[in-house]
């Protein structure tokens, strides 16, 4: 049974910072791509960070410079580094992951509120 199991959400006043994890069990074949999205009250799932096999990245235009996602390929876990939080970045985490043979697996979520 593949699970993906995230952790290291919660409350951080504007500014603060959060790491989220995301670690895959029972995932027979590689895993290609890792991501991150995020769903906001009342809008529509958007894309946060993604991350190839080789290490390449690709951010939201409103989290550059702010969030790093990284990856432990051994540990088929998945980082968000969240730095410089605003209020804006409040949403439910989700991490993504795409096997070679193109099987994809979402987590249950993890939810971040910023706020004062």
């Known amino acids: 049974q593949v699970q993906l199991v995230e952790s290291g959400g919660g409350l951080v006043q504007p500014g603060g910072s959060l790491r989220l994890s995301c670690a895959a069990s029972g995932i027979i074949f590689s895993i290609n791509s890792m991501a991150w999205h995020r769903q906001a009250p009342g809008k529509e799932r958007e894309l946060v960070a993604f991350?190839?096999?080789?290490?390449?990245?690709k951010y939201a235009d409103s989290v550059k410079g702010r969030f790093t996602i990284s990856r432990d390929n051994a540990k088929n876990t998945v980082y968000l580094q969240l730095n410089s939080l605003k209020p804006e970045d409040t949403a439910v985490y989700y991490c993504n992951m795409v096997t070679v043979t193109g099987q994809q697996y979402w987590g249950q979520g993890t939810q971040v509120t910023v706020s004062s």
């Open positions: 991350i190839t096999r080789g290490g390449s990245t």
